[in-house]
């Protein structure tokens, strides 16, 4: 199974979000509660997904929202992982080699999300079902149409 880097950060960071706004608290509130001295701007892009939190900050962040670390991974293993009504498990790879004339659209985004992630980026990723349907629109398809080409492209 691979592992979509960026999608895992983005989940993660809208837990952290979510825990945090839970607790009723504003980013400085969570500050005060911390061990160590952490930026707000660094604890915002942690929420936002566009930093990478350390193992030990993360468990930090947990310990004073009074949440254990390993609640919030499964929370965000689940999110990442589990196919979900409405969320396909998509390769990327096997969009591009479809030759279905509809789904031109897709194979363009697929080719240019590949390119941009590079060597280190990962083939798969999981759409959810706004993404799905804003990505049929563009291919002049039903959704459930989408899905069911998709689902066919990447057998599980």
């Known amino acids: 199974m691979l592992i979509d880097a960026e999608s895992y950060q983005r989940i993660l960071g809208d837990e952290l979000r979510k825990l945090r706004r839970k607790r009723g608290w504003t980013r400085k509130e969570l500050n005060q509660h911390l061990q160590s001295e952490i930026s707000l701007q660094t604890l915002a892009t942690y929420e936002l997904g566009t930093r990478h939190c350390s193992v030990v900050r993360l468990v930090e962040l947990c310990v004073a929202m009074d949440e254990l670390p390993q609640d919030l991974l499964a929370k965000v293993h689940r999110r990442v992982f589990v196919d979900e009504p409405g969320r396909v498990r998509v390769d990327l790879r096997l969009v591009i080699k479809d030759d279905q004339e509809e789904l031109l659209p897709l194979r363009r985004w697929a080719d240019d999300r590949l390119k941009r992630s590079g060597d280190n980026g990962s083939a798969e990723v999981h759409l959810d079902f706004s993404a799905l349907e804003r990505m ?9 149409d989408l ?3 998709l689902r066919r492209l990447n057998p599980s």
């Open 136 to 144: 049929a629109e563009l291919c002049g398809i039903p959704t459930v």
């Open 147 to 149: 899905i069911g080409r």
